[in-house]
């Protein structure tokens, strides 16, 4: 099994245009990227804390790639938008990709260029290594399976 992490807004939304991908086996909402420790989302939503709205998607590669994945990433958002995606606004729903090794870095380096060909503004999406993750609330988990008439942008 592998590990893929991105950030492209509400991570609700992002988590429901994943795990309906065959290959995916399971997804979690969290929160990486920043500097406090064991955030809250209530901590995440005053932007102090540095850390994105992001879900990890644990795939199986024999079934999906990691360029699959990015394929998806690029589409469910808009990638020249800094810190935000439709109504949310903040650094939390920023666009990035957080990678595990220097092969999904190279891809997504490799996406990204191939992607801003198609935007006449540049992208914003920041390319950085993992770090901690860490989950979200329970409620935030399989949200759209919970809440079955909220719907996200995405």
């Not at 992490?5 to 994943?18: D, I, N």
């Not at 406090?36 to 879900?55: I, Q, S």
């Not at 801003?116 to 540049?122: F, N, P, S």
Request: aromatic share 14%; hydrophobic share 30%; proline share 3%.
């Amino acid at each position: 099994m592998q590990k893929a992490t991105f950030a492209a807004g509400c991570f609700w939304g992002v988590e429901a245009a994943f795990q309906k991908l065959k290959g995916v086996k399971d997804t979690k909402v969290g929160y990486t990227g920043g500097h406090t420790k064991n955030p809250t989302y209530k901590e995440v939503c005053t932007d102090k804390t540095g850390h994105a709205e992001a879900v990890r998607i644990d795939y199986d590669q024999k079934k999906i790639t990691y360029q699959e994945l990015l394929d998806v990433f690029w589409n469910i958002h808009n990638p020249t938008l800094l810190n935000r995606q439709g109504p949310d606004v903040g650094s939390q729903y920023r666009s990035a990709i957080f990678y595990y090794d220097k092969q999904q870095k190279k891809l997504a380096e490799e996406s990204r260029d191939k992607e801003q060909r198609k935007y006449d503004k540049k992208i914003v999406t920041e390319i950085n290594p993992i770090d901690e993750f860490y989950l979200a609330e329970e409620y935030h988990q399989r949200y759209f399976e919970k809440n079955k008439t909220h719907f996200c942008k995405i």
